[in-house]
């Protein structure tokens, strides 16, 4: 029987595959643009140290990690198309098996979203001002 770390562990590393996934499926061209950019929000969220609730919190810290990642990993996947994610999937299984570095893709795409945020604030915060 397995202990519940070890359950933990193991679902951990599947959720770290269906990030990867759902990244290679973002960059499909036959993924929509609704859940390219839902799906970037997500896997930005996935990759990033920055967490909506600090860790430190107690039980409350890790709630992100346990059920908001997942759900939205769950919510971008039904919005790309079967044919595109199972493709991804195994592209992502491939990479995790061959150890092939996946920390400067990780990089790229949370720089990418954070800047992206950073000038939509940006430019609603001038938009308001202007008023």
Same mark, same amino acid.
Do not use: C, H
């Given at each position: 029987?397995? *202990?519940? $770390?070890?359950?933990?562990k193991?679902? *951990?590393s599947?959720?770290?595959a269906?990030?990867i &996934? #759902?990244?290679?499926?973002?960059?499909?061209?036959?993924?929509p643009?609704?859940?390219?950019?839902?799906?970037?929000i997500v896997?930005?969220? &996935?990759? *990033?140290?920055i967490?909506?609730?600090?860790?430190? $919190?107690p039980?409350?810290?890790?709630l992100d990690?346990?059920?908001l990642?997942? #759900?939205?990993a769950?919510l971008?996947?039904?919005?790309i198309?079967?044919?595109?994610?199972?493709e991804s999937? &195994?592209? &992502?299984?491939?990479m =995790?098996?061959e150890?092939t570095?996946?920390?400067? =893709?990780?990089?790229?795409? $949370?720089? #990418? $979203?954070?800047?992206?945020?950073v000038?939509?604030v940006?430019i609603?915060g001038?938009?308001?001002i202007k008023?």
């Amino acid at each position: 029987m397995t *202990s519940f $770390i070890d359950r933990w562990k193991v679902r *951990s590393s599947q959720l770290k595959a269906e990030v990867i &996934a #759902l990244f290679l499926a973002y960059k499909d061209p036959r993924t929509p643009w609704y859940a390219k950019v839902f799906t970037a929000i997500v896997v930005g969220y &996935a990759l *990033s140290p920055i967490d909506l609730i600090p860790d430190p $919190i107690p039980v409350l810290g890790y709630l992100d990690d346990l059920v908001l990642i997942p #759900l939205g990993a769950f919510l971008a996947m039904k919005m790309i198309p079967r044919q595109v994610m199972d493709e991804s999937r &195994a592209k &992502a299984k491939e990479m =995790v098996k061959e150890g092939t570095p996946v920390n400067k =893709v990780e990089a790229v795409v $949370i720089v #990418l $979203i954070w800047i992206g945020m950073v000038v939509g604030v940006g430019i609603l915060g001038y938009r308001l001002i202007k008023r």
